[in-house]
C-alpha cells in the first residue's frame, strides 16, 4: 500500500505562488497524480508524473523526485478560482491493480 | 471523445432502504470502472473496480455491491442502506495511461 502525505490547508494571496507538497511511501511506485476539486463537484485530472523532473502546464507545473518520494504542484498567478481541494494520488503497480490511492486534500484558499 | 455519466445526482434515503446509483462511459470500450466514495472531510476511498463485464473486484468489506451488466455499465446497489453510507459517490474510468476520469458524483444523504 501506500502512505500518502500533504498539508491539509494552505492560504494565498491573488497574483501570487503557492507550492503544494506530497510525499509518499510506496513498494512499487508507478505514477503520480495531482487532481483538482471544487466544493462539492468531482475531482477533476490536472497533472500526471511517472519520471522525475518538471512538467508544465500553463499556469500549473508538477514536479516529481522518486528516489525521495515527493512530488509538489506549483500554481502561478494565482486567481480567486484556483481556491479548491488539491489531491495527490500515487499508484503502485505492486499487486498489479495499478490503481491510484488518493490523500486526503489539500485545501487552497486564495484571497484578494 | 470519451464522456461519463452518472446518476441521480443527489438523493436521499432512508436507513434500510435500497440504494442504486449508476454510471455509463460512451467512446470507449472495455474500460477500467471503479467506484469511489468520500466521506466528509475525508480523501477518496476506492470501493470497487471492474476490468471487464462481470467482474469486480471489491477493496472494503461493507453493505455495498456492485455489478457490471454490460460492457460501459457500471452499477452501485445496497440492499438496506445505513447512516455511514452517506457521503460523495464517484463513479470513474481509466483512460490513456491509466489516467481515472472522475463522473459528476452524487450525493447520498441516509436519514
Known amino acids: 500500500g501506500q502512505n500518502i502525505d500533504q498539508p491539509t490547508e494552505m492560504t494565498a494571496t491573488e497574483g501570487a505562488i503557492v507550492q503544494i507538497n506530497c510525499t509518499y511511501q510506496t513498494s512499487g511506485f508507478n505514477g503520480l497524480f495531482w487532481y483538482q476539486q471544487h466544493a462539492g463537484e468531482a475531482p477533476t485530472f490536472l497533472s500526471y508524473?511517472?519520471?522525475?523532473g518538471l512538467e508544465e502546464k500553463g499556469r500549473f507545473s508538477s514536479f516529481l523526485s522518486r528516489s525521495k518520494g515527493y512530488s509538489y504542484l506549483l500554481l502561478k498567478e494565482l486567481q480567486m478560482k484556483d481556491s479548491a481541494s488539491y489531491l495527490c494520488a500515487v499508484r503502485d503497480s505492486s499487486g498489479g491493480s495499478y490503481i491510484p490511492t488518493f490523500g486526503r486534500g489539500t485545501s487552497l484558499i486564495v484571497h484578494p | 471523445s470519451q464522456t461519463i455519466h452518472q446518476w441521480p445526482a443527489t438523493l436521499v434515503q432512508p436507513v434500510g432502504s435500497p440504494l442504486s446509483l449508476e454510471c455509463t462511459v460512451e467512446g470507449t470500450s472495455n474500460p477500467n470502472l471503479y467506484w469511489y466514495r468520500q466521506a466528509a472531510g475525508r480523501g477518496l476511498q476506492l470501493l470497487f473496480y471492474?476490468?471487464?463485464?462481470?467482474?469486480i473486484s471489491s477493496e472494503v468489506p461493507q453493505n455495498l455491491s456492485a455489478s457490471r451488466p454490460q460492457d460501459r455499465q457500471f452499477i452501485l446497489s445496497s440492499k438496506k442502506l445505513l447512516l455511514s453510507d452517506s457521503g460523495f459517490y464517484l463513479c470513474?474510468?481509466?483512460?490513456?495511461?491509466?489516467?481515472?476520469?472522475f463522473g459528476e458524483g452524487s450525493w447520498l444523504t441516509v436519514v
Open positions: 471492474s476490468v471487464g463485464i462481470g467482474q
Open positions: 470513474a474510468w481509466a483512460g490513456a495511461g491509466n489516467t481515472i476520469y
Open positions: 508524473n511517472v519520471l522525475d
